[in-house]
């Protein structure tokens, strides 16, 4: 049962944050620790905002995402500054355990790309199976000579790095920069919660930051896309069924900076 001075809270919370259902039951539960789905629910029906206002305009129809296995990595590149200058941020999502990895680097060349893949690879604890990038020259050759001989026989770096590990690298269709929509969601996701919000006056602080939202992210997270579970919580479940898929048990695989 819930209290008059837990319902208070419960309902302020949802009118003054307009979350989900599992938004604010994942939030509250630390204040409130017995709170559960169908109490929560109940809270919501009895104050009559179990249901959220409708926002003007109309819904896009949302499409799912196919479901594949996870090691499935959408991978790529922005731009952020600090008052010490311009960096890129190299942001990599597994497409299903939703777990984040990221660098800073000052340059964006096709070696620091490759530098980047394999620094993942050794991040996570299961094999990766397939990336997906956009078209820009770190990742592919232009559209245009991309079936001339010269191409064709040398091969582009990144595309050789993938092949040295098994990963299958696919491409966004050109000028379709929305189908990588996963990682440019992180990508906003993480310039919110950094540079647009807070002033940097070093690489190294923002560097800081990156790594403590980061780990907060993956470890402390709880993501309705997986049901309550943090992204290495998911990875840990997915580890128990199908530990064909791992390199290391991740119980024993302890992450350092991913900065």
Same mark, same amino acid.
């Given at each position: ?29 630390? %204040? ?12 919501? !029906? ?15 129809? =949302? =499409?799912?995402?196919? /479901? ?17 200058? =311009?960096?890129?941020?190299?942001? /990599? ?14 340059? %964006? @060349?096709? !070696? ?25 020259? !770190? ?45 440019? @969601?992180?990508?906003?996701? $993480? ?6 919000? *807070? ?10 930051? $990156? ?5 907060? *992210?993956?470890?402390?997270? @709880?993501? =309705? ?7 290495? !919580? ?26």
């Amino acid at each position: 049962m819930l209290s008059k001075e837990e319902e208070a809270l419960i309902v302020a919370f949802r009118k003054h944050t307009l979350l989900p259902l599992d938004d604010c039951l994942y939030a509250l539960q630390a %204040t409130v620790p017995h709170l559960t789905r169908s109490s929560l629910h109940r809270c919501f !029906q009895r104050h009559g905002i179990a249901r959220l206002p409708e926002t003007e305009g109309n819904k896009p129809v =949302k =499409k799912k995402f196919k /479901a594949y296995p996870i090691g499935y990595f959408h991978i790529d590149i922005s731009e952020v500054r600090t008052e010490e200058g =311009k960096l890129y941020l190299f942001v /990599a999502i597994d497409r299903t355990s939703k777990f984040a990895y990221v660098e800073l680097h000052e340059k %964006t @060349r096709t !070696q620091t790309a490759c530098d980047f893949l394999e620094a993942l690879i050794k991040a996570v604890p299961y094999k990766i199976h397939t990336v997906l990038t956009d078209n820009g020259i !770190q990742f592919a050759d232009l559209p245009k000579n991309r079936m001339k001989p010269t191409a064709l026989w040398r091969g582009h770096l990144f595309d050789r790095t993938c092949d040295d590990h098994g990963i299958e690298h696919r491409l966004t269709k050109p000028n379709h920069p929305w189908t990588n929509g996963q990682v440019e @969601r992180m990508n906003r996701t $993480l310039k919110d919660a950094t540079v647009k919000r *807070y002033h940097y006056g070093t690489h190294a602080q923002l560097k800081e930051h $990156l790594h403590a939202f980061l780990m907060a *992210y993956n470890f402390a997270k @709880r993501l =309705k896309t997986l049901r309550g579970l943090t992204p290495y !919580q998911h990875i840990c479940n997915v580890w128990t069924k199908q530990p064909n898929r791992f390199r290391l048990n991740p119980l024993h695989h302890i992450l350092g900076l991913n900065t």
